[in-house]
């Protein structure tokens, strides 16, 4: 499976740590989601599925190109169904 190269901005790095998740967290979902969408509200992708820690977790990013993404911001949302 292809790992994507992230773009970290430090406002990148803040958002994820406001919500609690981590550099590494955040990485394993967007490299291995169970699902992949667009969000309704921007052009952003959204990437869901389990971290590597077993915390089901939200990632927003955006593609650069094939390998490269912009993470956005990344949560564990209040329900998971």
Known sequence: MMEYVFLWTPEALDKIAQHGVTVEEYESVVNNPVDRQL??????LIARGDAITGRWLICVYQDI???TVLPITGYEPDDHL
């Not at 969000?39 to 952003?44: A, F, G, P, Q, Y």
């Open 65 to 67: 190109d094939e390998i």
């Open 39 to 44: 969000s309704r509200s921007s052009d952003n």
